[in-house]
């Protein structure tokens, strides 16, 4: 992985420099982490099929497999688990924090902010070794979701929840989020929400992790590598697709108003969110997975409007456009029957991607070469300069 390079921009042909914008197609590093492929398993973990993943497996164990290679044992997984429940408290710094927060303060402003803080009360703060950025990497992994239910209790005036040691971490989650926990349907409620985790563990170099890498590389710790991913993430473009999803199905109102809906936006030439992928140009295989949970979960619940709008939406969008949904949009459904808190759609994301990034951060420090790309200069040839007294 860490092989010499030469620092002069490839050329073509006609010894043009290559340019690609927004690094489309570009190769910019190696990793042993997501093969993104758009073949019969459309994506795997360290080797193991997404969908083998999502469906036998746990989101506990796939964090377990990003970070440490392997799959683990039962003793392994147990271990695993009795770790992020030690971890699963925050420093009283970060409760000081998010009591001086300004009201309406975006959530990602303040878990970005929070987790900087996490990095400044970290007992490894100032080790940058393999083991000490693991050991960090758990404990964001616990500290994470509570920081971002206290975040959105102490905005929301409402008591804060202890987190459950007997808990997976899907249904703490769950439970952090909602208060919900127990019963039936809070049962199938988390076992929905460990299989997006799952699927939104990781996803090769897309942009949040690709600015935690090069923020890596520079060999600073993993928290400012962290905190460089989140405010990648809150940018539009990035993150927030499934929050405005589940906006455009309230939007939308009723599986009845759904065609109409869709073809007038389509005339207006506004865009439907939660369609087309950068890389996936074929469809998102992770869409179809977690459509099935979605489609047995409005069963359950006895409320099918989320989803007969959603398979209303797709249709118009097919026939129009030649689109597929992508992860983002079945996931909208899901996380409105469980009600969680659509401002907090995308710190949920990073409650899952912190597994992928912190992997990333800890393959690029194993492997570094500092990232130093070069720009295609589009400025004036040749200026000479001339005195400030002679201007005019």
């Not at 271990?79 to 303060?105: K, M, N, Q, W, Y």
């Not at 109102?253 to 865009?271: I, P």
């Not at 939660?274 to 459509?291: E, M, T, Y």
């Not at 759609?345 to 990034?357: D, E, K, L, N």
Request: glycine share 6%; aromatic share 8%; hydrophobic share 40%.
């Amino acid at each position: 992985m860490n092989q010499v390079m030469s620092e002069s921009p490839a050329t073509d042909s006609l010894d043009r420099p290559v340019y690609s914008p927004g690094l489309e197609g570009v190769i910019a590093g190696e990793s042993a982490l997501c093969l993104v492929d758009e073949g019969e398993a459309g994506l795997r973990y360290r080797g193991y099929a997404i969908g083998d993943l999502a469906e036998h497996g746990s989101f506990e164990e796939v964090a377990f497999l990003l970070l440490f290679d392997h799959l683990p044992t039962a003793k392994e997984l147990n271990d695993f688990r009795g770790e992020l429940a030690l971890h699963s408290v925050l420093p009283r710094p970060i409760e000081d924090f998010l009591s001086l927060v300004p009201t309406g303060a975006h959530p990602m402003d303040v878990l970005r902010t929070g987790v900087s803080l996490l990095g400044m009360t970290d007992p490894d703060a100032a080790d940058h070794s393999h083991e000490a950025n693991v050991r960090k990497s758990l404990r964001l992994l616990a500290q994470i979701p509570l920081l971002v239910s206290a975040a959105y209790r102490f905005a929301n005036a409402a008591p804060l929840a202890p987190p459950h040691a007997e808990l997976s971490f899907a249904d703490n989650l769950l439970y952090l989020l909602t208060d919900r926990k127990g019963d039936e349907q809070a049962r199938a409620m988390a076992r929905v929400l460990d299989v997006s985790l799952t699927l939104y563990a990781e996803h090769e170099f897309n942009a949040s992790t690709f600015a935690a890498r090069v923020t890596a590389s520079t060999m600073t710790d993993l928290h400012s590598a962290v905190t460089s991913a989140i405010g990648t993430l809150k940018g539009p473009l990035h993150g927030g697709a499934n929050e405005a999803v589940a906006e455009m199905f309230l939007e939308i109102g009723r599986r009845e108003q759904a065609e109409r809906w869709v073809r007038e936006a389509l005339a207006s030439k506004r865009r439907i969110m939660g369609f087309g992928h950068r890389v996936l140009k074929k469809g998102d295989s992770r869409s179809a997975i977690i459509q099935r949970h979605a489609d047995s979960l409005s069963r359950l619940c006895g409320e099918r409007r989320w989803y007969d709008i959603a398979t209303a939406v797709e249709r118009v969008m097919q026939e129009e456009k030649g689109l597929y949904p992508n992860l983002d949009f079945y996931t909208a459904v899901a996380y409105l029957l469980m009600a969680v808190p659509r401002a907090l759609y995308t710190p949920v994301f990073v409650c899952s991607r912190i597994t992928g990034w912190c992997a990333h951060v800890i393959e690029q420090q194993d492997h570094n070469r500092l990232m130093r790309p070069r720009a295609l200069y589009t400025g004036p040839a040749k200026r000479e300069y001339v005195p400030l007294g002679r201007r005019t």
